[in-house]
């Protein structure tokens, strides 16, 4: 009779722990891996093919908490700290649509909360966190100069005016006519329409829940959809459904007419403030 090697006394109950979590994957059968010595979750090569594990579930809505390894793509050898962007710990920052951001808690009267990309370049003093940037805008005097608004389609990144105008183009072509309200957008501008509808005596509801917005870099723009400023024209909801077509995100109801370009879309695949 043929003698068997004896088995690992570690590894008692393994093979039965491994199949009692095992179930049917798209490529083969998804069994997860735990390394010797411990550590993230491995991906194991079985007759089915080799399945990636999934990965763990989000803890903020679709969006994931940031790591200390997601946090060292934002820091640099020189100053690491984690103030540098602005929060006191790494727990307040979580990642979304791309971009690593913060809330800062303070809902407004409609319930929204301010988000910011924590890697923003302007405006933020590097002393400062959120909440005191914050501050800072809302007890801020403004020129008139950060009151003008540019509807200069001319005024955006070069990669965006070909895809808004193939966009604009189609729209109309259902007989949805759009009008360009307004691309980019200086950071003073930006930091006042933040400041609309949260200082004591302004009546009016906020405008903006963000003081880093895409429309600073020429990378955004809003649209009024045939003379409808409510939102309310079918129009809006064909950009909705077909903005990524054209490279843009789409935030929706919040700002109907708001778009943001983030690179174009693939055919077949086919929302910043």
């Known amino acids: 009779m043929p003698q068997h090697p004896k088995q690992d006394p570690r590894l008692e109950g393994l093979l039965e722990r491994l199949l009692a979590s095992a179930k049917p994957g798209p490529q083969g059968i998804e069994v997860p891996k735990v390394p010797s010595g411990g550590g993230s979750v491995a991906t194991l090569r079985l007759p089915g093919g080799v399945v990636e594990p999934p990965s763990p579930p989000p803890t ?18 020189s100053n690491p700290s984690v103030a540098k962007f602005g929060v006191e710990s790494v727990e307040k920052v979580y990642k979304k649509n791309g ?23 302007e405006g933020r003093l ?31 990144e070069a990669e965006v005016i070909g895809p808004l105008h193939a966009l604009m183009r189609e729209a109309k072509g259902h007989g949805f006519n759009m009008a360009i309200t307004e691309t980019e957008r200086s950071q003073g501008r930006q930091e006042e329409l933040f400041r609309v509808g949260r200082v004591t005596g302004d009546k009016r509801s906020p405008i903006t829940w963000t003081l880093t917005s895409a429309h600073t870099l020429g990378r955004a723009a809003d649209l009024i959809i045939n003379e409808d400023s409510t939102g309310s024209d079918p129009g809006y909801k064909w950009l909705r459904d077909n903005a990524k077509r054209f490279g843009f995100t789409s935030i929706g109801a919040a700002d109907p007419g708001h778009i943001a370009f983030i690179g174009k879309a693939s055919p077949s695949a086919r929302a910043s403030r």
């Open 99 to 121: 971009r690593f951001v913060v809330d800062t808690a303070r809902p407004d009267e409609q319930g929204m909360v301010p988000t910011h990309f924590v890697d923003w370049k």
């Open 126 to 156: 590097e002393t400062e966190t959120w909440e005191v940037y914050e501050d800072r805008v809302l007890s801020k005097d403004f020129t008139p100069a950060d009151t003008v608004q540019d509807n200069n389609i001319g005024s955006l």
């Open 60 to 77: 903020v809505g679709q969006d994931k908490r940031i790591t200390p390894e997601l946090l060292g793509q934002l820091t640099s050898p």
